[in-house]
């Protein structure tokens, strides 16, 4: 996700990150590097105009403290804008006080509405909500039975009266959620390629007899601004409440992302990245616009982590990390839980400076063996003081996993710069941590 932008962004800034005095002359070549990269990304040339001015001016205005560089500082503003141009804090799902809750799931053709109607009721079950999927597309065939397939593979009712109105579909879904104590409907409609008026009348109408508590307009994230265009004309007619990004695992640019919130004034509530139907984030600014900027999502991985492994292991691995006594035999164990959370880019792409260290490494499951291979030719010392691996010891581990020296310099190499990364993690708090800013890209 991002992964051009990221690095356009890295480059631009690199020069003036750790420098010690900022003059008009670097300023002016970082933000024009800045400028070029969101451009480049497909961002809205008004919501780029307005980024790179407020960042000017506040980047000019700050007060330089002496615990950080000028440099730094600048890139602190410049994720301080980030954060707000993609919306200051999360925003939840609404509910309505007397249930059962309807969220309508609208947008174009094929930008991944059904797919997320399904993700949808699957995390709010896992809330704690008790949801039922409706289907009211009734205009293409399969839909019906892809709405079916998908509730049947995540174990969620799907209501369904065949192509029946779909506003009749819906009124007999809240009467029958009333009977059986749903408390949530999640209604899916039907897409068009272009915005005709009848679906647009079609969604008008669903809207006014259900009241439903939450609108979300799907937007297929690799459209870039196609997707800030109709998403206008959707919320002119239906004042929807939301926006779900779709396809973001795509080569999405990010211009979607990056302008959607600030050209409709609406919040992006969730990022789908992916199709199975786990593949779904509650969306979260000021992560996103850490991870945008090469400073990795923490929080998001602490959160799938905890989602995988069991609790008592989470808890385990945080201690170790405030106490920075994390060793090989932890990696290892670390490697298998990750394994559990989902591909390994979309994992690593989360840790701090991973943008650039995924160019070298490359992750891949057979990487991902022989590093098992390799922890486990150590001996238990070895695993927990890998300093004391010495050349002759080197060998022998090479030798007894099957691969080379150069791989065994290759991972332990990377382990010391993951136990730097972590105790410099360690030193900002995830929230604070622009604030002391020891940055690792
Ligand atoms: N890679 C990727 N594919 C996705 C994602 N979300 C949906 N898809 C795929 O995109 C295609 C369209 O998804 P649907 O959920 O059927 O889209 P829709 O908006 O319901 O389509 P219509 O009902 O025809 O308007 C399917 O092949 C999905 O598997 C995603 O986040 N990432
Ligand atoms: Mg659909």
């Not at 509730?151 to 009712?157: A, E, S």
């Not at 209501?159 to 109105?165: A, R, S, V």
């Not at 190499?413 to 929230?431: A, D, P, V, Y």
């Amino acid at each position: 996700m991002f992964d051009d932008l990221i690095q356009k962004l890295d480059g631009a800034i690199r020069a003036i990150r750790n420098t010690g005095k900022l003059n008009e002359k670097n300023i002016g070549e970082a933000l024009r590097g800045i400028q070029r990269a969101l451009l480049e990304a497909d961002v809205h040339f008004k919501v780029v105009k307005e980024f790179i001015s407020a960042v000017r001016e506040k980047a000019v205005g700050t007060e330089v403290t002496r615990s950080v560089s000028p440099g730094q500082q600048v890139v602190k503003v410049v994720h301080d804008e980030l954060v707000r141009l993609l919306g200051h804090a999360h925003v939840p799902i609404a509910f309505s006080g007397i249930p059962p809750s309807v969220i309508l799931i609208v947008g174009l053709q094929g930008s991944g509405k059904t797919t997320f109607a399904a993700k949808l009721g699957a995390l709010l079950r896992k809330s704690g909500r008790d949801p039922m999927l409706v289907a009211a597309d009734i205009y293409r065939p399969a839909a019906i039975k892809q709405l079916a397939t998908l509730g049947k593979g995540i174990n969620l009712p799907v209501f369904e009266k065949g192509t029946l109105k779909p506003v009749l579909i819906c009124k007999a879904a809240v009467e029958e959620a009333r009977k059986q104590g749903k408390d949530t409907l999640i209604v899916d409609t039907a897409g068009r390629l272009h915005i005709d008026d009848a679906m647009m009348a079609e969604l008008e109408a669903l809207k006014s007899a259900l009241h439903p508590s939450e609108i979300l307009y799907v937007a297929d994230g690799m459209t870039g601004q196609d997707a800030v265009k109709s998403a206008q004309a959707f919320l002119d007619r239906l004042d929807f409440n939301g926006i779900v990004l779709t396809k973001m695992d795509g080569d999405s640019r990010g211009g979607a992302a990056l302008s959607i919130r600030a050209v409709t004034g609406r919040p992006i509530k969730f990022i789908s990245n992916g199709e199975k139907t786990d593949a779904v984030e509650p969306f979260h600014p000021e992560r996103m616009a850490s991870r945008i900027l090469g400073m990795g999502d923490v929080v998001t991985l602490v959160e799938k982590a905890q989602e995988a492994v069991d609790h008592e292991q989470a808890e385990k691995l945080a201690k170790k990390l405030r106490k920075e006594s994390f060793t090989l035999d932890d990696f290892y164990d670390q490697l298998q839980q990750v394994k559990k959370m989902g591909p390994m880019d979309q994992v690593l792409s989360m840790l701090p400076g991973a943008g650039r260290m995924m160019k070298q490494v490359q992750p891949d499951e057979k990487g991902m063996a022989r590093v098992e291979a390799m922890i486990h030719s150590m001996t238990r010392e070895e695993r927990r003081k890998p300093h004391l691996i010495n050349g002759s010891r080197r060998k022998r581990i090479a030798s007894g996993s099957g691969t080379t020296v150069q791989d065994v310099n290759r991972l332990l190499k990377q382990f010391q710069m993951m136990q730097k990364m972590i105790r410099q993690m360690g030193r900002m708090n995830t929230r604070g941590m622009m604030n002391k800013m020891p940055f690792s890209f």
